[in-house]
Each structure stands twice: as C-alpha cells, then as structure tokens.
C-alpha cells in the first residue's frame, strides 16, 4: 500500500520524498501574494498607495490560512496516527469532521467581509485613497474565501495519506490561474474593463478556487484509505477536541503571523507610511523562504507522528534529526540568496527611491534570523507530532508577539524621539525575538526528547 512508505522507507529520504512536494506546495502559496504584490505596484496610477493597501488586508488573508492549515495540521496528524495504528475508521471520522470545520471557518470569514471589512482597515490608516483600496480588496478575499479554505484542510489530508504530490499539483493549478488572470483583471486586458485592486482580488480567490477543486478530486479519487460517508461529516466533540488539541498551536503560530503584521503596521506607521509600505514588501518576499521551512514542517509533522503511533523510538528520533537539520540548510540557503539579490528583488515593484532603501535594508537584516526561525519552526512540527502542543504554543507567542512586538514598539520609538537614529534599526526587531524564543525552544526539546522519544 502506497502509506506504507512512512513505515519502511529511510527517514533521511522519506522526509525529502514527502517534503520536496510540500515546499514546493508552500512557496507556491507565497505566489498569490507576491504576483498581487508585483502587478498592482507597477499600476499607472497609485502603485504604491495600492501596494501599501495589500499590506493592510494582508493579516487577515494570512489569518484565513492560518485557521485553514491548522485545521488541517491537527485533523493530518489524527489521520497519519490513526491510519499508522491502522484505525481506519477513526481516520476516516477525522477526515469527515475536519470538512466540516472547514465549512463553520468559511462561514466565519465570509461575516467578516461583509460586516468588519470597513472597520478593520480604518484602524490601520486615516488615508482615504488607501482605506478604499484596502476595503475593496479584502472584501472580494473573504465573501470568496471558501477555495482558501477548503484548499487547505484537503491540502494536509492529502500530505497526512502521503500523497502530496497531488496537493502540490492542485497548488501549482491555483498558482498559474492567478499569475495569468493578474495582468488581465488588473490592467484590463482583452477588452474587459480595467479593475486594479479589485482585479487582484479576483484573480487570488478565483485561483483558490481552482487549487479547492483540483484537491477535492485528488482526495475523492486516490485516498482509498479513508471513506467519505455523510455520516462522518456530524461533528464529533472528542473528534474536533483531538484535531485542536494538535492543530491550534498550528493555528497559532501562524495566527500570531497575522496579529504580529496588523500590530507592526501600527507601530511602524508612526514612522511613516513608507515603512509600512517596505515591510510588507519585505515580508511577502521573505514569505518564500519561511514558507519553505514551513513545508518541510508539514513533512516532518506526520511522519513522526506516523512512527509515534507505531511507537518506533529510532524513526521517531531521526525524523526529529533530519527534520531540523534539513530546515537550516533550507533557512542558510535563504539567506544567503536574500543577502545576495536584495537590490534587485527590491527594484521589481517600482518604489520610490526612499521606500526602496528600506525594503533592501529590511531584506538584509531581518534575513539575519533566518536560521534561528527555522530552528523554531521545525521544533514547532516535532512537538505538534508528539501531542506536546504546549510547548509548540509558547515558542510561537514568543518569535511572533511576546518579544517582537516590544521590541519593535522600542525601536521604532527610539528614532521617532531622535531624528538622527536611521529607521533601518527596527528591522533588528525579528532578530532579537527569533534568537531568545530558539534559546526556548531548545530547552523544550530537552524535555520532549526525555518524556515523549526515550520512553517508546
């Protein structure tokens, strides 16, 4: 049977067989922002004021997928244990109840781009021209945020069956629809009207969609393991409690990436908007380098959780090693293709020469952490496979709120008080906060190591 690859299948090769597809998968989500990002800056008109207010709807995009993948996370662990202690049925009411949640997310979501839209974007800008931009483009990503949505729970059932070549493969699909339909929405091409941010919306959500149905199928066709009975589409409490207990610091920790962007353009626009504007360009570029540790994350979650249901202590403990040491070597390439094209990666979105400078400053800096947040991230997958949720939550509360946020509030105060402090110090903000929560996280890993790996 094609799971049994997570049992007999060298750790060292399985993670890159499993995980290869999964980066590809997540840097691939990096595209939808970034190609949006490219196109709308380079408008004839309001490039930059339209760029700066793609950054502003950005946390809540991020949020979206947030709860979606980490849904996700929680049900493909479930899935991956329960099919490794081949308990069919269990994965199979997992997979059910995990639609399901999907379903209520979407919901959600779709309340909010029709009734909190307005709201949320004016407590991050009093320009008008921005607000309405901003307003416009969310609104259209949340009433059709469903592709997101279900794209991403059916994305990890997929990868939770070993079969994420089919979940990259739907990704890819979403990816080419929105690069393609970018241009043509946004400028008015082929003699439809011209939408600009408007256009941008469209074509993100209409590639979502497109990636939501080519994984649905993928699901329906090849994931014989589990069966898709109207039955197990009835939440389950001790179900959905099981897919949390593993999923919410999945949840959380990109969550946290959401409410860390909405609070540091915040802070940073006491600076001035060309901060914001940089950042935001700065963090949808960087997004392909952590979204590639992400990937590997999502790798290494189920195959250790695979083998833990299968309580092997030696593929358990070589997950945990290739695991993050595949994710520095991903994390140290990154920096040093960031270090080496910040300039030109900068001069792709025709920004003011002032607001350039800021973003090459913040690539050159912030990339710096790299190394140490692939560190927090792989650990984040080791402790989500072995139920130690708690341990996940705290290091993400700390790399992404608990010391980021002040530090930033400090700096960014410090050259608002003195007109000689160059703006470029706050961007030493992510290093800071990256370094301390690694330092945690080690000394979790300690723990884990002892009462979770040891005693299989």
Not at 57 to 85: D, E, H, N, R, Y
Not at 102 to 109: D, H, K, L, T
Not at 172 to 182: F, K, M, P, T
Not at 369 to 380: D, E, M, R
């Amino acid at each position: 049977m094609e799971t049994n690859k997570m049992a007999v299948m060298p750790v060292n090769k399985l993670l890159l067989n499993m995980g290869l597809p999964m980066i590809l998968s997540m840097m691939l989500q990096a595209v939808y922002n970034i190609v949006d990002s490219a196109f709308v800056a380079n408008m004839p008109e309001n490039g930059e004021a339209a760029l700066n207010a793609l950054t502003l709807a950005f946390p809540v995009q991020m949020l979206m997928v947030a709860i979606g993948v980490g849904t996700g996370v929680g049900a493909g662990a479930l899935i991956s244990k329960s099919l490794g202690a081949e308990d069919r049925e269990r994965a199979s009411r997992a997979t059910g109840n995990t639609i399901f949640l999907a379903a209520v997310i979407y919901v959600i979501f779709l309340l909010f781009g029709l009734f909190g839209v307005d709201a949320y974007i004016a407590s991050q800008s009093g320009n008008p021209l921005i607000v309405s931009m901003a307003a416009d483009y969310l609104r259209i990503c949340c009433v059709y945020s469903f592709g997101i949505v279900f794209f991403s729970v059916f994305e990890k059932i997929l990868q939770a069956t070993g079969r994420s070549i089919y979940s990259t493969a739907a990704q890819i699909s979403g990816a080419l629809v929105n690069v393609v339909l970018d241009p043509i929405l946004i400028y008015g091409m082929f003699g439809l009207p011209v939408m600009g941010v408007r256009g941008a919306a469209y074509a993100t959500v209409i590639g979502q969609i497109v990636s939501f149905l080519v994984a649905l199928f993928a699901h329906l066709r090849f994931n014989r393991e589990l069966e898709n009975r109207l039955a197990y589409l009835k939440p389950s409490k001790s179900d959905i409690l099981n897919i949390y207990a593993i999923g919410f610091p999945a949840i959380l920790a990109q969550a946290l990436m959401s409410v860390m962007t909405y609070l540091l353009n915040i802070i940073f626009v006491r600076i001035g908007e060309n901060v914001v504007t940089a950042y935001g360009l700065y963090y949808k570029i960087q997004q392909f380098v952590l979204f590639a540790a992400f990937g590997l994350r999502d790798a290494i979650t189920p195959v250790i959780s695979f083998n833990h249901g299968k309580r092997d202590r030696k593929r358990v403990s070589d997950g945990v090693t290739y695991g993050v040491s595949y994710t520095l070597f991903i994390m140290a390439a990154g920096f040093l293709l960031l270090e080496v094209f910040a300039r030109p990666f900068s001069t792709l979105f025709g920004l003011s020469g002032e607001t350039e400078a800021l973003c090459v400053s913040a690539i050159r800096i912030i990339s710096i952490s790299y190394v140490f947040a692939g560190l927090n991230i792989s650990l984040q997958g080791v402790f989500q496979a072995l139920d130690s949720g708690l341990p996940s939550l705290v290091i993400s509360v700390c790399r992404q709120f608990l010391f980021v946020i002040p530090a930033a509030w400090l700096l960014a105060s410090l050259v608002i008080k003195n007109a000689d402090t160059p703006v470029w110090i706050v961007w030493f903000s992510f290093l800071i906060a990256e370094a301390l929560s690694a330092a945690i996280a080690c000394l979790f890993l300690r723990t884990v190591w002892r009462t979770k790996i040891r005693v299989l």
